[in-house]
């Protein structure tokens, strides 16, 4: 998760030689899966036949990145499960490798989730998280997961306001931008803005591609962007100062709680608000159509039913992403 672009674009073409050694002790566990599960799925003997012949049902409404391909093999990388590590394993001995897990991969995913799979050394369990009703869809969780990624990995988006794991993104680039507007001040000003940048770029808060990521409750990035408001707050002797402390600052005045909760960010002092507000106002200039336009269209059934599936899927996802940026306009103001 988080790392962008697809797992799954396995190219078969270069499985040979040394490559192909590689390719099989490559961390990440993938082709080994693959390679079996290619072997299988050919071999009309295979006691996994009937789960195979369940894959039929998967087209592309899906999984998008399989339109075109053959192999129902690369269905794996939507239907696959992972065990998830301990934060201190991972950085040591990598991701734990995927796996199939016929069954658990009929059920669906929201946010709300009442049913989750657990690991254990004996089995794996499909275990209900809350009480389900008679007659009520079983749901399984692929992870906390933004609309946007659900619709790269999975090809669907949850309507507004089901995913309470949806995100939207600020671009760092764009913050710079908000702090470099006409009216922001004169050339020192933007002379200082470029050198607190430069030296956010150093410290490793901030990058061109990055982007500051909101949750519906609190910033995810919180680390990043409350160094990135702070630093392109600061006046230039307190610049210096910082800054000739390396960005170490006294633990005196370091608030201990650094979660950028909705409340913390509420509690912002007056030119952090205004250039994260300037920043939420631009990052919602660069979507073609406004909050109440996508409103509009989700409100009239005729209109939103016209919609290819698609369009209906990207649509769940700007909408999302504009009602969280919009709040954040509230929590600011
Ligand atoms: C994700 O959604 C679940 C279910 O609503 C919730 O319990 C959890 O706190 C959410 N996580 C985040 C990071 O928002
Ligand atoms: C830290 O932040 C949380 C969420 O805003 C708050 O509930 C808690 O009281 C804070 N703790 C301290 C020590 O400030």
């Known amino acids: ?17 040394s490559l192909a050694q590689e390719a099989l002790q490559s961390q990440s566990g993938w082709v080994p899966l693959l390679l079996a599960l290619l072997h299988e799925y050919t071999a009309s003997d295979s006691p996994w036949q009937p789960y195979f012949s369940l894959w039929k049902d998967f087209r592309s409404e899906t999984c998008p990145v399989l339109r075109g391909v053959k192999l129902a093999c690369l269905h794996v990388s939507c239907l696959s499960f992972q065990e998830p590590l301990e934060e201190k394993d991972e950085d040591e001995k990598g991701p734990n490798p995927p796996m199939m897990v ?10 709300n989730h009442n049913a989750n799979l657990e690991y254990s050394p004996q089995c794996l369990r499909m275990v209900t998280t809350q009480p389900v009703g008679k007659g009520q869809e079983i749901f399984n969780t692929y992870g906390q997961m933004a609309n ?3 619709l790269h990995m999975y090809g669907f988006a949850e309507p507004y306001p089901g995913n309470t794991n949806d995100t939207a993104d600020i671009q760092m680039v ?15 000003q933007r002379r200082l803005v470029s050198e607190q940048w430069d030296f956010l770029c150093q410290l490793e808060m901030v990058g061109e591609e990055g982007a500051f990521v909101l949750g519906w409750h609190e910033v995810l990035t919180e680390e990043e962007l409350s160094v990135t408001l702070k630093v392109l707050c600061m006046s230039e002797e307190e610049f210096k100062e910082y800054k000739e ?3 170490w600052e006294d633990d005196s005045e370091e608030e201990e709680n650094s979660t950028l909760s909705n409340e913390a ?26 909050l109440k336009a996508e409103q509009d269209l989700l409100n009239n059934k005729e209109a939103y039913e016209k919609l290819s599936r698609r369009e209906q899927q990207a649509l769940h996802v ?6 969280i940026l919009h709040q954040l306009l509230e929590l600011v103001h």
């Open 1 to 17: 998760r988080g790392e962008k672009g697809p797992k799954h674009h396995i190219n078969f073409h270069f499985l040979s030689g």
């Open 102 to 111: 016929p069954v658990a991969d009929i059920l669906n995913h929201v946010a």
């Open 148 to 150: 946007w990624q659900l």
């Open 174 to 188: 764009t913050v710079r931008r908000a702090a470099l507007q006409p009216g922001a001040g004169g050339e020192a």
């Open 245 to 247: 402390q390396d960005g």
């Open 265 to 290: 960010l509420s509690r912002l002092q007056a030119p952090c608000k205004k250039l994260l507000y300037d920043s939420v106002l631009l990052t919602l200039e660069s979507y073609g159509s406004d």
């Open 318 to 323: 700007r909408y999302g992403q504009k009602r």
